[in-house]
């Protein structure tokens, strides 16, 4: 006793660790509710304190050591859990460039922050562990915790799923977010649609109807030849094929609702519930499915409450409801078989997804927007899996692409059909000779023909300019996400070791044995929503032949970027700007069909359901002042609609003046896609020439399998892509942090 009373650290650097040390009694984490029931490793940190208290002079009250706290959320095994910091490869983050996100933005969001301070909340972390562990939060932290989240103001989706969480009923968030979307799905349905009472083509809704009422009564072959002056069939063979069921189960109904050309034009209510039932019915069959499977795929390392608000968010998403259950189509079905195939990316199953794909461009050939995309990281993974291994996978996927399509065209390709038979669908499903453009859309062509030239006039009888013009535009637009995933797969490749080089045969034994491994998506994969988002946004902006509701392709992949961004963070930010301008661009579309009410509620509703407050100043950067703007004169020509009539020689004033708005917010969220996308890819790829060989990291762990070697090099693709992986200087933080508390430790043993 007296070794340890002469060892003890003098009076003057006592108090000084006391300060740098102590924990108030009320801040331990390990003691619940004010109770003195302490952990094993509390009582033997007292009775080293007891010890010294023995020791001291009666006058050295104030320089007792306080109980040495539980280590921090960081060194714990829990924080392994939801952290994933085990799954972390040292050797592997030297090799990377330091990403030029800030530590404030979204990609470096692994970790709670404070949106005020925009540093590591370790409170937050705290509440957390306290979560993992069972233990209840302190007052004073729930107040803290609580008033953070009234600042930030999480939305209804968030409240709603915090208080089912908290009740014990978080089995059934999930069957209740699915049947109040369906119930909002349904009350959408219950007004106008497109072309309603307006003969004698009427519209939307007549041309689904009229494609069960040919497919059921026709033979395959006259399918894209009928009548095409009425609603002939312009859509993939998968439509016609979901066409023909859903007109024989119509039929068993009633066969008048899809008797051949008596039935044109029919607007009986039975009818309408049988139409309107269909498309609930798809869309709950595979849309909701594929999004409930991207809940758990891409963010399943994140908790149960956050998967769940995520879920809510892509629920009610505005655009597509008011466009599948409003206007009248099945848009649902094409997105759900794209999100189904990246999700099928996501676990590693690539031949599944890209059979999915063709599926997708198979029902609608607007998936064609995500094509080169997908393409590319199909291309940029076979590039990764190298020479061998990559080449075997093309051949696959080619082969199975090749199969798909011929699966899909059959009636129409030999023995079934003349080899001339396959010109008519062809024909019909890319109609060039329609022009450039139709209606007003926020496109670059409309935009720049109010603004700056006439584009039919200028190429009247060359509309083949416009066409190749159109093409150039195009590539150039979506070429950056193409790129960024061909140099990550490139850059990122499997390459033999030194001493794998030296034997010869054992180099593709690892390769072979990581690319058994289902699971095992490529370091490319957080690239892809931003790539998504890239290519279908710049179809949007410069392709032929646009309209206004293709924007549902590119607010696909934002939305699902946004479901997964921290609150009021710079990808959630954009996300809720797009999908409300997305919204107000179809404003024409929708005030046509009669749509206003369910216009308004669903911006309402959804803007209530992820917290966004679009009349909240939001001036500290560049999107929130960019969306002070875009609202402001968006409200301003909502207004001026609603109480002025356009003069008669500018009908379209509204319209033009909705295009002049909106295409500028969309160009921009193409240019920060583009952005994101570097940022992304230099974050996890790093610079070009930086790196060491892959086949030396998997050397460095020897003992580990290549399964679990690849599953510590994929680290977090997922959440990175969706915001919430970290960056290196945060990392760094928490290094940094680490060793301090690793240097106390081992001071706090030497005196003990």
């Known amino acids: 006793m007296d070794e340890m009373t ?5 009076g003057e650097v006592r108090k000084r660790h006391v300060r740098d040390r102590t924990t108030s009694f009320n801040s331990i984490p390990h003691i619940k509710g004010g109770s003195s029931t302490l952990r094993p490793s509390t009582l033997r940190n007292c009775t080293s304190t007891t010890s010294l208290r023995s020791v001291g002079s009666e006058t050295d009250q104030s320089e007792i050591i306080a109980p040495v706290p539980r280590r921090h959320l960081l060194q714990t095994a829990e924080s392994s859990q939801w952290l994933r910091l085990d799954t972390f490869s040292d050797t592997r983050w030297p090799s990377r460039g330091v990403s030029p996100v800030s530590a404030a933005s979204s990609t470096a969001s692994a970790f709670p922050t404070s949106s005020a301070s925009k540093r590591l909340s370790f409170s937050a972390l705290m509440e957390q562990e306290k979560m993992v562990r069972g233990i209840t939060a302190s007052a004073s932290h729930l107040k803290e915790r609580q008033e953070s989240e009234d600042d930030l103001g999480p939305g209804g989706a968030r409240r709603w799923v915090r208080w089912m969480h908290r009740h014990g009923m978080k089995a059934w968030v999930v069957p209740c977010a699915v049947a109040a979307s369906m119930w909002v799905k349904w009350c959408i349905g219950l007004g106008t649609y497109s072309g309603h009472a307006t003969p004698p083509m009427f519209g939307d809704y007549e041309a689904q109807r009229h494609w069960m009422e040919l497919t059921i009564h026709l033979p395959v072959r006259e399918w894209y030849t009928y009548d095409l002056q009425y609603w002939g069939l312009d859509y993939p063979p998968l439509t016609a094929y979901a066409s023909w069921l859903c007109g024989k189960v119509g039929a068993l109904f009633e066969p008048s609702w899809l008797s051949l050309d008596a039935s044109r034009g029919i ?53 597509l409801l008011l466009v599948d259950f409003g206007h009248f189509q099945y848009n649902s079905v094409m997105l759900g078989l794209t999100l189904i195939a990246i ?53 696959r996927l080619a082969f199975t692409v090749i199969i798909t399509l011929a699966f899909l065209f059959a ?50 009888g060359s509309e083949g300019t416009l066409v190749k013009a159109s093409a150039v535009l195009t590539a150039l637009g979506f070429l950056p996400g193409v790129a960024g995933l061909l140099w990550g797969g490139w850059k990122a490749r499997l390459q033999p070791s030194k001493e794998q080089e030296k034997e010869g045969a054992a180099a593709p034994s690892a390769t072979a044995s990581l690319v058994s491994i289902p699971s095992t998506p490529t370091p490319t994969l957080p690239l892809l929503p931003y790539a998504l988002l890239t290519s279908s946004m710049s179809f949007f902006l410069f392709s032929f032949q646009v309209h206004e509701k293709t924007i549902l392709l ?115 969220v193409w240019l920060w896609s583009v952005k994101r996308g570097i940022e992304v890819g230099w974050a996890t790829g790093g610079l070009p020439g930086s790196g060491a060989r892959r086949g030396d990291e998997v050397q460095m762990k020897p003992k580990e399998s290549p399964a679990v070697e690849s599953v510590r090099r994929d680290f977090g693709v997922r959440a990175m892509s969706l915001g919430y992986a970290p960056s290196q200087s945060r990392r760094r933080a928490l290094e940094s942090l680490r060793a301090e508390s690793m240097e106390r430790d081992a001071i706090l043993s030497g005196r003990q």
């Open 6 to 10: 002469s060892s003890a650290p003098s």
């Open 267 to 319: 607007e009986s209510p039975d009818s309408k519930i049988f139409m309107r039932a269909s498309v609930l019915a798809l869309d709950t069959l595979l849309y909701i499915p594929a999004l409930y499977t991207f809940m758990r795929t891409w963010q399943g390392t994140r908790s149960s409450r956050t998967q769940h608000v995520a879920l809510v968010t892509l629920l009610f998403h505005p655009a």
């Open 343 to 395: 999700n099928s990316f996501a676990a590693g199953y690539d031949l599944m997804g890209a059979v999915f794909f063709v599926l997708s461009l198979g029902f609608k050939q607007m998936a064609l927007y995500y094509a080169p995309a997908i393409g590319s990281y199909l291309l940029g993974k076979c590039i990764f899996l190298g020479p061998v291994h990559g080449t075997r996978l093309f051949t």
């Open 411 to 460: 009636p129409f390709l030999p023995p079934l059909a003349p080899p001339s038979a396959i010109l008519a669908p062809i024909s019909r499903i890319f109609p060039f000779a329609r022009g450039l453009f139709e209606d007003k859309v926020a496109n670059f062509w409309c935009f720049t023909n109010v603004l700056l030239i006439k584009w039919k006039r200028a190429f009247e």
């Open 554 to 668: 590119p607010l696909l992949p934002l939305t699902l970027l946004l479901s997964g961004a921290p609150l009021n963070e710079e990808v959630w930010m954009w996300g809720v700007l797009g999908n409300n301008v997305g919204v107000f661009s179809m404003w024409p579309l929708l005030k046509k069909d009669g749509l206003g009410v369910q216009y308004f509620a669903m911006l309402l509703l959804w803007n209530r359901v992820v917290g966004h407050d679009p009349f909240r100043l939001r001036p500290n950067s560049f999107v929130g002042l960019l969306s002070i703007a875009v609202y402001a004169a968006a409200s301003l020509l909502q207004a001026l609609e609603l109480v002025i009539s356009p003069p008669a020689r500018y009908p379209d004033l509204f319209p033009v003046l909705n295009v002049l708005v909106c295409t500028p917010v969309f160009g921009l």
